[in-house]
Nanobody
Framework: QVQLEESGGGWMQPGGSTRLSCTAS????????TAWFRQAPGKEREFVAA??????YYSDSVTGRFTISKVSAKNTVFLQMNDLKPEDTAVYYC???????????????????WGQGTQVTVSS
């Protein structure tokens, strides 16, 4: 059984930084990918970033500010979040799949395994 454990987040001031972690246990596949999504109150869940075979993908709203990376030996994916803005406030979810198709990498439906979510609040 695949389990994802997230950590990090909390309250930050605008312009601040934080790093989220997602550690996976169980599961394997030939085309693994891990992504971060976020959901703000009253809004739909949206794609933030993904990493697959060493390649990274970002939404337009976080490009240049967020960086996704992976330490394979620890089965851990990180999301470094810099220059945070109030609109980054959301619950952030880690998700993974072992059979991703590149064309769907930004779609929540492509990921069968999800973490519990961690709150990120950006305000002054």
């Amino acid at each position: 059984q695949v389990q994802l454990e997230e950590s990090g987040g909390g309250w930050m001031q605008p312009g601040g930084s934080t790093r989220l972690s997602c550690t996976a246990s169980g599961g394997s596949g030939s085309r693994p990918a891990t992504a971060w999504f976020r959901q703000a109150p009253g809004k739909e869940r949206e794609f933030v970033a993904a990493i697959r075979s060493g390649y990274t993908y970002y939404s337009d709203s976080v490009t240049g500010r967020f960086t996704i990376s992976k330490v394979s030996a620890k089965n851990t994916v990180f999301l470094q979040m810099n220059d945070l803005k109030p609109e980054d406030t959301a619950v952030y979810y880690c998700a993974t799949s072992f059979t991703t198709i590149l064309s769907t990498i930004r779609s929540a439906q492509a990921y069968p395994y999800w973490g519990q979510g961690t709150q990120v609040t950006v305000s002054s």
